[in-house]
């Protein structure tokens, strides 16, 4: 099976770990701290702060923009759960917006219209690599008063105009293996608000304002520095592996787009391609098994949108949001990651364009 996802581990993330094993310095050090300085450096902002996930990132930024009971957050029903389970773990409502059925991400257009006394923050997620409209994002936020924490968790080094994802706002990233760059589990969190930082710093450490004082109810969500040190090698090897990620993403779309819907890159939009998804109109599933039967690693991301799931049901959710629910049953994901093989790449169009032509 050619597979949807392969962290690449080489012999200069086994020699990171193995120096640290030998330190005695396991835990958060300076390893992570290291790595925060150069993250924020790749990223364009003053600070970052390292997490153990990217969930425990988008928690705790919510926690230190004080968001919390009584605040509604916007944002996006077509994403992993994690996105909208951290703003219920405050105390705070998420409230959804539907999609644009192109990138399948957040609609700006349709902001506004949910925008409540209660609305605190924007939550966009640049999904799939993809970056958001986020010039119409910071301009409903700036209007509005409204704080933007970017989910960038499927987007390291994605941009616009050269400005990175995790720079319009207080960015939070996952390095889970799956991911354009891993840490095995680990998040950051990257802002240019020197007390954000200093927040959430206190908070991912029991609240510890200085050893043994606890000003705030704090958590341990610390990364230690055994993943801090995978996360420098594969940070170095980001900008490398971004590209193969395009050129592999470029091919499927050159071989493919006769056959399928394939994904839109906007005009100065650097789309990282943690998934290259295609749309089909019809037959999505059974493409899928058929795909699957012939070895390739195709998947769906994601099948069911967040107010849809059974948990949101049951916290009362009833929105109707037609596009994400459409483009829910339509979205089909191949394998794009760097370890591809040409033949790997050539199988995949093979497959996919008979397939298709299958169907018809
Ligand atoms: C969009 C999105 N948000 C949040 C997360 C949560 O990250 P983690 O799995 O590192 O907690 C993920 C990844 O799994 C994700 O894809």
Known sequence: MIAIAKPIIGEEEKRAVLEVLESGQLAQGPKVAEFEEKFADFCGVKYAVATSSGTTALY???????????????????????????????????????????????????????????????MPVHLY??????????QIAQKHELIIIEDACQAHNASINGAKVGSFG????????????????????TTNDSEIAEKARI????????????????????MTDVHAAIGL?????????TLKRIENATYLTDQLRDYVITPQVKDEYVHVFHQYTIRLKEYRDEILTKLNERGIGA?????????????????????????????????????????????????IVTEVSQVCSMQE
Do not use: W
């Open 60 to 122: 705790t930024a919510l926690l230190a923009h004080g968001i919390g009971p009584g605040s509604e957050v916007i944002t996006t029903p077509f994403t992993f759960i994690a996105t909208a389970n951290s703003i219920l773990y405050t105390g705070a409502r998420p409230v959804f917006v539907d999609i644009e059925s192109d990138s399948f991400n957040i609609n700006p257009a349709l902001i506004e219209e949910k925008i409540t006394p209660k609305t605190k923050a924007i």
């Open 129 to 138: 690599g993809n970056p958001c409209d986020m010039e119409a994002i910071v």
């Open 203 to 222: 908070l991912r450490a029991h609240g510890s304002v200085r050893p043994y004082y606890h000003d705030v109810l704090g958590y341990n969500f610390r």
């Open 299 to 347: 998947r769906v991301y994601y099948g069911v949108p967040i107010h849809q799931q059974p948990i949101y049901r049951k916290l009362g959710y009833r929105d109707f949001l037609p596009v994400a629910e459409r483009i829910s049953r339509e979205v089909l994901s191949l394998p794009v990651h760097p370890a591809l093989k040409k033949e790997e790449l050539d199988k």
């Open 170 to 189: 207080t960015g939070c990233f996952s390095f889970y293996p799956t991911k354009n760059m891993t840490t095995a589990e680990g998040g950051m969190i």
């Open 233 to 241: 090698v594969q940070l170095e090897k980001l900008p490398q592996n």
